[in-house]
């Protein structure tokens, strides 16, 4: 083995606004799975996460509760901890980002930044319940869109149309939190010089990012990078920032502090034997890595390292991305069934059975992931049952019938079992790559090439000649070697298997060199079943206990309008040939559209739905003769076509093959 590394690594922060679901699991079953494999092959891998408790959210949700926001975060981060364990994911230590120890370190952090220079004061102008006395974000105002009329409506996009506007261009706009009509009022708000980072960003970005993510950052720089607003007014649950009155942190700059903040929480620990400077000060030997998900790669590649870098902190080695999760080909739906909890999985199913799909649906791209539930029974009860687990279960009881559960002094043959121990280099490069899929695939050949080796060599045929009971100890001996081999390679991806196999084995937990040492003249225990096969009854009883609200309700028609109306909207064929996200607005992308030979600018309200660079180069249906609409983002110059209810249930129109940009839709 090389050197012995040492290693931090970090997950994002879940929200403190409910608990996790199967999407959220994608990222912390990637992370873990790493994790794991570092640690079995000798170095030193520590994995911290907490859960993300400031914001906006979090206090109105307490208020609504009727308790204070701390209480509330406190019982979603138990369950955060909770589901945690029960998907056998290896934290080494888990906190919130309301710690004491994140208070620290995000007054340090900002201290430096200006002293360095990098904070400015600026004035803003937002909308203001009078009535709560608090600025409300835009997703705080509800109304009617100025363009199609339709109701309650956000304050930065409409659903219904995909028009974009200011909050207070809302038709009798209305504060969610009160119910009252906002108003407008100017405010000074810190914000961290982030475009002062943009050469050194540039420099750093190809190198520690994944290269699936760097087209997209081109888009960002080629943009120019914003300064970003780091403050809130009061009343507002965060850190109060040192030496302002009513002024906040803003969740997204103590957010990120929180790795830090769990780490030093871990250091702390008297014996531990960590020091929180060995893994962040500047020039340091040791590698720090962030798994993420691509919807907050902005923050990730461009804003975070940034402040570390002002704050004369290390930048990290590496962002990981990974993309979203689908279920039966679609979003996840309440209706459906498939919005499924963390807990309601582990209710009904062993977690190792999501892990090893997960495993095998992974790559290293930041592509989106389908669980697909007929296809996870079948791969499972395929792949883990009945190739892998099935290769103990075929040799194990000719070893105790024949031979007193002790395994043979010698290998049957050895070629077959080094080949497998040959495999250990290409296994070794996919899990560091994180390329799990390609893992997964060289693994399972391998249990195909065990499984033919026992078809071949037949023992319960060979064990009806009393002859041949020598042979069939070494053919089996031979086969329990090989699962034991393909146990080591799995043991990162399905511990709780693993941990089943290695009782079964009679011997100390597996360890990476294990692959390629036999075990020989050794006592197994009696094998019992290590892993059953999936019940499709306990699949469809945890999307049942999923499945929420009525059925899709019959549609409801706008008033009825004439031919001549109608055709006073002119639509045409657009390609979008560059997206963006919009600083300050949650929900908004900014779209350049050309339509054949006409660029236009518009602002979309699709965020939720797609990020930006899944964008680039689809056809869509735009709106080209809407009124120009002036923006603080900039002027929005017509609208794309789009359905659904909202969130991330949004769909945009596309034209058949063959369409061009320009043409006319009618």
Known sequence: MAD???????????????????????????????????RMRGHHCIYVCASDAHGTPTMLRADEAGVAPEALVAEVAEGHRKDFESFRISVDNYQTTHSAENLELTREMYRRLKENGYIDRRIITQAYDEQKRMFLPDRYVRGECPSCGAADQYGDACENCSATYAPMDLKNPVSVVSGTTPSLRESEHFFFRLSAFEDELRAWVPEHVDASMVRKLDEWFRAGLKDWDISRDEPYFGFEIPGETGKYFYVWFDAPIGYMASFLQLCRRTDSGLAFEDYWDAGKPTELYHFIGKDIVYFHTLFWPSVLSGA???????????????????????????????????????????????????????????????????????????????????????????????LGESLHDEALYHSFADAAPQIEADYEQRDYSRAMKRIIALADRANRYIDGEKPWILARDPQQRRRVIDVCTQGINLFRSLMVYLKPVVPGLAERAEEFLNAPPLAWSDAGTPLLDHRLRKFRSLLERVPPKEVQAMVDESRTGPDTPRPTYKDEIDIEQFSKVDMRI?????????????????????????????????????????????????????????????????????????????????????????????
């Open 312 to 406: 004369g902190y290390r930048k990290p080695s590496g962002v990981f991305v990974h993309g979203f999760l689908t279920v039966d080909g679609k979003k996840m739906s309440k209706r459906r069934g498939t919005f499924i909890m963390a807990s309601t999985y582990a209710k009904h199913l062993d977690p190792d059975y999501l892990r090893y799909y997960f495993a095998a649906k992974l790559g290293k791209s930041a592509d989106d992931i389908d669980l697909n539930l007929d296809d996870f029974i079948a791969r499972l009860n395929s792949d883990l049952v009945g190739k892998v687990v099935n290769i103990a279960s075929r040799c194990a009881g000719f070893i105790h019938r024949h031979n007193g559960g002790m």
């Open 4 to 38: 012995q590394r040492d290693i931090l690594v970090t997950s994002a922060l879940p929200y403190a606004s409910g608990p996790l679901h199967m999407g959220h699991l994608v990222e912390y079953t990637q992370t873990d799975i790493w994790v794991r494999f570092q």
């Open 574 to 666: 657009a390609r979008i040939i560059e997206a963006g996200l919009v600083e300050g607005a949650d929900r908004l992308l900014k779209l350049r559209l050309d339509l054949g030979g006409d660029e236009r600018e518009v602002f979309a309200g699709i965020r939720s739905a797609y990020q930006p660079e899944d964008l680039v180069d689809r056809l869509v249906v735009a709106v080209a003769n809407l009124k120009p609409r002036k923006m603080r983002f900039g002027t929005s110059q017509g609208m794309i076509l789009a359905s659904g209810p909202g969130g991330r249930d949004i769909f945009l129109l596309s034209p058949d093959s063959g369409a061009k940009p320009g043409m006319k839709v009618t």
